[in-house]
């Protein structure tokens, strides 16, 4: 195998282990490169078929391209979808910079519906390489009554042994792409031919390199506009793949005080 391959299996193996250990199970799905290269690879764990709900918390300020492609493919992929509202900015830690509080409107939107559905699995689409606090994380990664993640005390995770601690209001979040990087979700893109929001291409010399809300998310200067011509571009790139993302720009504590508070 290749190294595309033995990440694919790896994947696959993590998303069947979380489906047979934790029920109620869903998948979130932000509509971006990652979340989609993840319910790809639940199509092919699963035979074509995702035997479990996906999740959308919705901001409300998601680009209308977005939209339109989740509509597209919850009828091309028959996907069982979930919508959930997020609370408005003014009750939401007044503490938090602008662009962190405007984030943590979705952190607890999704601790409303996975109090709703009662879910004991939440997979989720993040990556080591991506920001320094997940490189923290574990594959499954519990989470305590409040959705707090408590990072000093983890569980071990030995010879691909997950833990899955079933205690009261503890549910697990999985992470099927966490030793994939950037670079590898768009060979694999590139080698499946999975379908992406346009925004990631160049269009007058600017491309979206990571997609998040309208008012804090902003295009990088790239030429970039086939999945080929973005994998060149990622193998010179010195700039962060978050360098669009306001709330990366604010105080050095504010992704880990999300983070902890049970943000993405």
């Not at 993590?14 to 290269?37: C, F, H, Q, T």
């Not at 830690?93 to 607890?108: F, G, H, N, V």
């Not at 320094?132 to 009554?145: D, H, L």
Request: proline share 6%; glycine share 6%.
């Amino acid at each position: 195998m290749d190294d595309l391959d033995q990440l694919e299996a790896q994947s696959v193996y993590i998303l069947r282990e979380a489906y047979r250990k934790l029920k109620p199970l869903a998948m979130l799905w932000s509509l971006g490169k990652d979340s989609n290269v993840m319910l790809w690879l639940a199509r092919k764990a699963f035979l074509g078929r995702v035997p479990f709900p996906v999740m959308h918390v919705d901001t409300g300020k998601k680009f209308p391209e977005m939209y339109r492609f989740r509509d597209e493919y919850v009828r091309k992929w028959n996907l069982e979808l979930l919508l959930g509202d997020c609370p408005p900015v003014e009750e939401i830690d007044p503490t938090l910079p602008p662009a962190a509080r405007s984030a943590a409107r979705k952190t607890a939107g999704l601790a409303t519906m996975i109090e709703k559905y009662k879910l004991e699995g939440v997979i989720a689409g993040i990556r080591r390489d991506e920001q320094a606090t997940r490189a923290k994380e574990r594959v499954f990664s519990p989470r305590g009554s409040s959705h707090k993640w408590d990072v000093r005390n983890q569980p071990p995770e030995f010879w691909d042994q997950y833990a899955t601690p079933h205690e009261e209001g503890v549910h697990i979040r999985v992470h099927p792409l966490l030793s994939w990087r950037e670079i590898d979700i768009w060979r694999y893109i590139e080698r499946e031919g999975i379908p992406l929001v346009d925004l990631y291409f160049s269009k007058n010399g600017k491309r979206y390199r990571s997609l998040g809300d309208q008012d804090i998310t902003s295009p990088i200067e790239s030429e970039a506009a086939t999945v080929a011509e973005v994998i060149a571009e990622l193998q010179t790139t010195r700039t962060s793949e978050r360098a669009g993302r306001a709330m990366d720009h604010e105080s050095e504590d504010a992704f880990e005080r999300l983070r902890v508070a049970g943000y993405l």
